[in-house]
């Protein structure tokens, strides 16, 4: 089924990115649109933000990362 990929920054959501149904262990690059991060600004990627893909493990769906 298709998801959300969420991303914030500093803690201030930004408009979501659909991903279209993905195969067990298949990767996809999709673009997402946010406002201009600054340096050291704390961005948080979360994949099935609203849980609606059944998973074996959902601990591992965030990736955080500073802007450079």
């Given at each position: 089924c298709n998801f959300k990929l969420a991303l914030s920054?500093?803690?201030?959501a930004?408009?979501?990115?659909?991903?279209p149904r993905l195969l067990p262990g298949a990767e996809?690059?999709?673009?997402?649109?946010?406002?201009?991060c600054f340096q050291g600004s704390q961005l948080?990627?979360?994949?099935?933000?609203?849980n609606s893909v059944s998973e074996s493990d959902e601990t591992n769906n965030s990736l955080t990362v500073n802007c450079p």
């Open positions: 920054i500093d803690g201030v930004q408009p979501a990115s659909y991903v996809r690059v999709i673009p997402v649109e946010g406002i201009r948080v990627f979360t994949a099935d933000s609203e």
